[in-house]
Antibody
């Protein structure tokens, strides 16, 4: 059974850096793509970025200058760092599984596995 | 960026009746492989979103067959053949043709 466990702070101060870790169990992170999604309170869903089985990354241009995604294959986890936080970054953050490789090509079958989501508040 | 527009944004439905949600994209979501990269998700109250349908019409594991998806190009539809009380929540379409992936605004399904 594939599970994603999201960990990180619930409260971060403005201008500081948010660090979230998504620990994967049940599959190897090197076999799949993984994305981050966020949702401000009472609002819709925003895709933040994606890390590939090989560690390549893609980012939402709206956040590209402030976000870094990475992974640690030895721990089977991937992580998000979001810099220079403002109140607008207050949201529930989700990690999700985002497809796999078939040969050399990405095969999309939806975001089929979601972490539990963590509410992050940016406030002094 | 691709913009996804859903309608209606609010959908009151009587149990047992059908329901339909429309999703329109600002450009075609069909890739050269013939697939249209549209998914549907539902977020039930207090829960993480969950996958209903991927690539227009493929139901995710465990999704009842009363849910179906259709469409091609820029127009897509999610249909529920007979709404049940457990179907309440916010339904989102999403395009995965190109990054940044983008979601529709969400359609809130409520029971009359």
């Amino acid at each position: 059974q594939v599970q994603l466990l999201l960990s990180g702070p619930r409260l971060v101060k403005p201008s500081e850096t948010l660090s979230l870790i998504c620990t994967v169990s049940g599959v190897s992170i090197t076999d799949y793509y993984w994305s981050w999604i966020r949702q401000p309170a009472g609002k819709g869903l925003e895709w933040v970025g994606r890390v590939s089985p090989s560690g390549n990354t893609k980012y939402n241009p709206s956040l590209q200058t402030r976000v870094t995604l990475s992974r640690d294959t030895s721990k089977n986890e991937f992580s998000l760092k979001l810099y220079s936080l403002t109140a607008a970054d207050t949201a529930v953050y989700y990690c999700v599984r985002d497809g796999h490789l078939v040969g050399a090509r990405w095969a999309h079958e939806g975001f089929d596995i979601w972490g539990q989501g963590t509410m992050v508040a940016v406030s002094s | 960026d691709i913009v996804m527009t859903q309608s209606p944004l609010s959908l009151p439905v009587t149990p047992g009746e059908p329901a339909s949600i429309s999703c329109r994209s600002s450009q075609s979501l069909q890739q050269s492989n013939g697939h249209n990269y549209v998914d549907w998700y539902v977020q039930k109250p207090g829960q993480s979103p969950q996958l209903l349908i991927y690539l227009v019409s493929n139901r995710a594991s465990g999704v009842p067959d009363r849910f179906s998806g259709s469409g091609s190009g820029t127009d897509f539809t999610l249909k529920i053949s007979r709404v049940e009380a457990e179907d309440i929540g916010v339904y989102y379409c999403m395009q995965a043709l190109q990054t940044p992936y983008s979601f529709g605004q969400g359609t809130k399904l409520e029971i009359k």
